[in-house]
């Protein structure tokens, strides 16, 4: 039994496949899931779990060197929360977010149901 972090093995299986320079979208239940790209499904019921709540969990348990995010969301709940997190995050529009995520190496999607609440994270290294 783990004694902490992420908790959920099909979250941390992708995770433990995970190498430098590879993209993670950290997605609300609304954003378009790409064909073959593997999916983690944590959503549950609309804002269960939150967009937050996933994100803070995978950035406890893996290193992020960048984030991009949609420009919709700059001055949004979700603009905010990306914000505060990453204070130096990229922002593209949105479509081109969408387009990013089929090259992503894993999609997790949670239940966050707010505008925007979407982030493709580079994984960087502990070094």
Do not use: Y
Not at 43 to 63: N, Q, S
Not at 67 to 79: F, K, L, Q
């Amino acid at each position: 039994m783990k004694k902490g972090g992420i908790l959920n093995a099909e979250l941390n299986a992708g995770l433990s496949r995970l190498g430098h320079g590879d993209l993670v979208v950290v997605a609300d239940c609304g954003l378009p899931i790409p064909p073959g790209v593997p999916v983690v499904d944590l959503a549950l019921v609309h804002g269960v779990p939150r967009f937050v709540d996933v994100l803070d969990a995978l950035l406890g348990d893996a290193v992020f060197q960048e984030c991009i995010a949609a420009s919709e969301a700059a001055g949004t709940e979700a603009g905010t929360w990306l914000g505060d997190r990453f204070p130096d995050r990229r922002s593209v529009p949105h479509e081109e977010l969408k387009t990013m995520s089929a090259g992503a190496r894993l999609f997790v999607r949670t239940g966050e149901a707010t505008a925007f609440a979407n982030a493709v994270l580079v994984c960087g290294v502990p070094f």
